[in-house]
């Protein structure tokens, strides 16, 4: 099973909007509509932020948006703060035989 | 609230095996899944595989089959994770979320078990 393929790190400065892309194949990411993000900050568990590739779970900020191109998934998050930086993942289902698999992950720094 | 609460940290010796346990409360145990995710030192998430608490049915990464097992008690809610003849590259925390298959989400996560294989 390979992993879904993220950017290591994206940046940012406050207020700035900065995309992760999740890029799989069409027996993952292309076929199903079955991506989630999560936030991990240092020490924590992972945080859902979004599933089925663009609905945000309550209580999430609605400046964090998903959305689906083909083989890729994208997270955006908008007017960028401070308690955003953290590491972020894509989780994928793919197909019967690879069943559910992460990205590698995205540090994104806001500077 | 929904709560996840996993059992302490261990250590084990290099071809032991291990058992997570994930003690679940403020939702019904048998309506969702609980998949099984770790992560080694400094490193990212890797899935390790889910059971159906309803029906015990369960599905593991290829990675680990042969050497996970995982199983639940639906009298207390908990679920489980047995992980066999440990090495040191199992090394790491080792978390359970509860699931749902067909929107595709983990929430809420447990807290993590840190499990040091080492002789």
């Known amino acids: 099973q390979s992993a879904l393929t993220q950017p290591a790190s994206v940046s940012g400065s406050p207020g700035q909007s900065i995309t992760i892309s999740c890029t799989g194949t069409?027996?993952?990411?292309?076929?199903?509509?079955?991506v989630s993000w999560y936030q991990q900050h240092p020490g924590k568990a992972p945080k859902l932020m979004i599933y089925?590739?663009?609905k945000r779970p309550s209580g999430v900020s609605n400046r964090f948006s998903g959305s689906k191109s083909g083989n890729t998934a994208s997270l955006t998050i908008s007017g960028l703060q401070i308690e955003d930086e953290a590491d972020y993942y894509c989780?994928?289902?793919?197909?019967?035989?690879?069943?559910?698999?992460f990205g590698g992950g995205t540090k994104l720094t806001v500077l | 609230q929904v709560q996840l609460v996993q059992s302490g940290a261990e250590v084990k010796k290099p071809g032991a095996s291990v058992k997570v346990s994930c003690e679940t409360s403020?939702?019904?145990?048998?309506?969702?899944?609980i998949f099984w995710v770790r992560q080694a030192p400094g490193q990212g998430l890797e899935w390790m595989g889910w059971?159906?608490?309803?029906?015990?049915?369960?599905n593991y990464a290829q990675k680990f089959q042969g050497r996970v097992t995982m199983t639940r008690d639906t009298s207390i809610s908990t679920a489980y994770m047995e992980l066999s003849r440990l090495r040191s590259e199992d090394t790491a925390l080792y978390y359970c979320?509860?699931?749902?298959w067909g929107s595709g989400w983990l929430d809420p996560w447990g807290q993590g078990t840190l499990v040091t294989v080492s002789s």
């Open positions: 989780f994928s289902y793919g197909g019967s035989s690879t069943s559910w698999v």
């Open positions: 069409i027996s993952d990411v292309g076929s199903y509509n079955l």
């Open positions: 089925g590739g663009t």
């Open positions: 403020g939702y019904t145990f048998t309506g969702y899944y």
């Open positions: 059971i159906n608490p309803n029906s015990g049915g369960t």
């Open positions: 979320a509860r699931g749902d």
